[in-house]
């Protein structure tokens, strides 16, 4: 049995942004499920979802300041999660990132080189928890202190870190390096400089014993400049250390047959009841209620990385087919606009609802036909996977995890029963949009969809295996 210390800025239920939360709130699971002890290591931001109880266990002197470190579990599991209390810091109302009005935490590079600090000392049994690691699983820049600091450490853990998304690198400049406390000897190329300024990221990418991405495509994309963000080369000299697992789903929170947000449960087996679902998603965008008409959802964060603008551009030439669009996210205020305005000019056809909206994302999942992914870059993405579980076919550009989890529906993929969805390759509006038509044109053959829908929900995204890849690497460590 290993310890092992889960790292994240974040983990679902109780805090999440993207999918980060949704790895740290169900890969410890699974590897508690597999018989090893693991404690999740989170701030304690003011707004935490805390569903169990809360204990305080310890106070850690560390930088010069007091923290103290909570006990909670993750919601109806045993896996136990230890809280980073410093109020300073994570007491003010907001996300892990940015405060309650959406501006970036001016002080994020203070915040999270506490978390780490606190994370080392964890670690090393130094925090009168009587627990030291084996394994220390670091995830994104906001831990990438973590590997680095652990370097300076005797009889330290071995360290893992975990990329789910090299585009945030957790940049900040050298004034603030030293500001920090951190140690001179880590203020090098081979470790937390990167171009003279002071990278978290780095941090994990060069010192962990072992890096990860969320998917084996990522893994090879981020050794290229194209997707690298100045890291490629660093990241090919570590190959032999690095490789992508990709991210499994919680097939108990997203499962059509039992999910309490959606109108109707539904299996691969009796697949006409999820019209209900397509009605009362339609109901809920104020769209007409036509059950033969395709129906595109779409969710996420609306950023660039996530091809926004190439769907903004190909909805004005899309109204011209029968079909409806219905789009759940927030982000960027010009697309937020743009996506409003085409709501108002095609009422019977477009509906955007802006927000961050956990049940909704449920019904349009369900309710869907056909679920938009145009994504520039995608390390593994997770609304693919469920949206195949709920037989709501993926459109995807092929890139990072997208490539790796959707089987595009070409006729030999078709005849051997693994196409699950649809997949182009350039970011392009042509390119999407024939994609798009090809989607449209099969949606009016009711057995072939049919079958694409049974063999994407039967496919198999469940942690277990994902699981059994880390603990391997665990154990080679
Ligand atoms: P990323 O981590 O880049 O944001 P992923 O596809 O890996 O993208 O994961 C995003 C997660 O956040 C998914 O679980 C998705 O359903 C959820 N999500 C994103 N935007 C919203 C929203 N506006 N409302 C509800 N859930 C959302």
Not at 170 to 181: M, R
Not at 231 to 249: F, Q, V
Not at 258 to 274: C, E, P, R, S, V
Not at 329 to 340: A, P
Request: net charge negative.
């Amino acid at each position: 049995m290993k310890k092992i210390l889960f790292v994240s800025s974040e983990a679902h239920p109780l805090i999440k942004t993207g999918g980060l939360a949704d790895v740290a709130g169900s890969l410890p699971i699974a590897l508690a499920e597999l018989g090893q002890d693991v404690r999740i290591l989170l701030p304690k931001y003011q707004s935490l979802k805390l569903a169990e109880e809360v204990e305080y266990r310890c106070t850690i002197r560390t930088d010069n300041r007091d923290v103290n470190i909570f006990e909670t579990r993750l919601p109806e599991t045993n896996v136990i999660v230890w809280l980073v209390d410093y109020p300073d810091y994570f007491g003010a109302p907001g996300n892990p990132y940015t405060d309650e009005f959406g501006n970036a935490w001016v002080d994020s590079a203070e915040r999270f080189s506490l978390f780490c600090r606190v994370a080392v000392e964890i670690s090393q049994n130094r925090a009168y928890l009587d627990w030291k690691a084996d394994v220390v699983h670091c995830n994104d820049w906001q831990s990438g202190l973590v590997p680095a600091l652990l370097t300076m450490e005797p009889n330290r853990p071995a360290t893992v870190f975990t990329i789910h998304n090299m585009a945030y690198q957790g940049l900040f400049s050298k004034e603030d390096y030293f500001q920090l406390n951190l140690p001179g000897q880590l203020w090098h190329p081979g470790a937390l400089e990167f171009h003279d300024m002071l990278s978290f990221i780095k941090g994990g990418i060069a010192c962990a014993d072992h890096i990860t991405t969320v998917s084996p495509n990522y893994a090879l994309e981020i050794q290229t400049a194209e997707y690298g963000c100045g890291l490629e080369g660093l990241l090919h000299h570590r190959h032999h250390e690095l490789n992508g697992i990709i991210n499994g789903i919680d097939v108990d929170i997203w499962n059509p047959g039992t999910d309490a947000h959606i109108a109707q449960n539904y299996t691969d087996k009796d697949l006409a009841k999820k019209a209900e679902n397509k009605a009362a998603l339609q109901r809920e965008y104020s769209l007409p209620e036509e059950p033969s008409v395709p129906l595109i959802g779409l969710i996420g964060r609306l950023v660039d990385q996530k091809g926004i603008d190439l769907v903004i551009d190909c909805l004005d030439s899309l109204v011209n087919y029968p079909m409806q669009f219905v789009l759940l996210g927030s982000g960027d205020k010009g697309f937020e606009h743009r996506l409003k305005n085409l709501s108002y000019l095609y009422p019977d056809k477009i509906s955007v609802s802006i927000g961050y909206n956990e049940r909704l994302s449920h019904l349009v999942e369900a309710g869907a036909d056909m679920f938009l992914m145009p994504s520039r870059f995608e390390p593994c993405g997770l609304n693919q996977l469920y949206s195949q579980r709920y037989g709501t076919l993926p459109i995807v550009r092929r890139t990072g995890g997208l490539a790796d989890t959707v089987v595009d529906a070409l006729p030999h993929t078709m005849a051997d029963k693994t196409a699950s969805g649809f997949v182009f390759d350039e970011p392009t509006v042509g390119a999407m949009l024939e994609t798009i038509k090809r989607a449209l044109l099969l949606y009016s053959n009711k057995r072939a969809w049919q079958q694409l829908q049974k063999n994407a929900m039967r496919k198999d995204f469940s942690w277990r295996q994902s699981a059994e890849q880390y603990l391997n690497l665990y154990n080679h460590l």
